[in-house]
């Protein structure tokens, strides 16, 4: 693991959409973790971690 993963998965953590966007930018995978963010801050850590670790 890099240290750009793990900073990355620390700012998942605290805001999850943010680490989406400083690796994939404005694609489907930072809108979805958006949208479940939105839903319920667990749910969107959960995908942000799933999504940065793959």
């Given at each position: 693991m890099?240290?750009?993963?793990?900073?990355?998965?620390?700012?998942?953590?605290?805001l999850?959409?943010?680490?989406?966007?400083?690796?994939?930018?404005?694609?489907?995978?930072?809108?979805?973790?958006?949208?479940?963010?939105f839903?319920?801050?667990?749910?969107?850590?959960?995908?942000?971690?799933?999504?940065?670790?793959?």
């Open positions: 890099s240290t750009a993963t793990l900073v990355e998965i620390i700012l998942a953590i605290i999850p959409p943010l680490g989406v966007f400083l690796r994939f930018g404005c694609q489907v995978e930072f809108w979805i973790c958006l949208v479940l963010t839903l319920g801050y667990i749910p969107g850590i959960i995908y942000a971690i799933f999504v940065l670790t793959k």
